[in-house]
């Protein structure tokens, strides 16, 4: 089991920034790929970007590929997510989210919801114009 506890939201003017972290207790971070998703009120669980376990690898979602950027230090147990020029469609709950080894997923990557196995409480984002 992981426990994961998102932090660094907040209130931001459009073309500003914000970094989320997220802290990880329990099982070894380092073993667990891990991934940012967001919703926004009346709309589905979003993928945002995922990092790889140990290469560090990322992949990002194309609407914010360039302004995202997802890094994890495994001697913290931490995961983040820097967000640059932040625009109002960005204002959702973003949740932190990782998953076994072992868990099934489609696809090069894991971008669906139900392919990972533990959730953060979330962290409000808002983005005002």
């Known amino acids: 089991q992981v426990q994961l506890v998102e932090s660094g939201g907040g209130l931001v003017q459009a073309g500003g920034s914000l970094r989320l972290s997220c802290a990880a207790s329990?099982?070894?971070?380092?073993?667990?790929?891990m991934a940012w998703f967001r919703q926004a009120p009346g709309k589905e669980r979003e993928f945002v970007g995922r990092i790889g376990r140990r290469d560090l690898s990322t992949y990002y979602a194309v609407s914010v590929k360039g302004r995202f950027t997802i890094s994890r230090d495994n001697a913290k147990n931490t995961l983040y997510l820097q967000m640059n020029s932040l625009k109002p469609e960005d204002t959702a709950v973003y949740y932190c989210?990782?998953?076994?080894?072992?868990?099934?997923?489609?696809?090069?990557?894991?971008?669906?919801?139900?392919?990972?196995?533990?959730w953060g409480q979330g962290t409000q984002v808002t983005v005002s114009s």
């Open positions: 329990g099982r070894t971070f380092s073993s667990v790929t």
């Open positions: 989210a990782g998953a076994e080894p072992d868990t099934y997923y489609s696809g090069p990557y894991r971008v669906a919801p139900n392919e990972y196995d533990y």
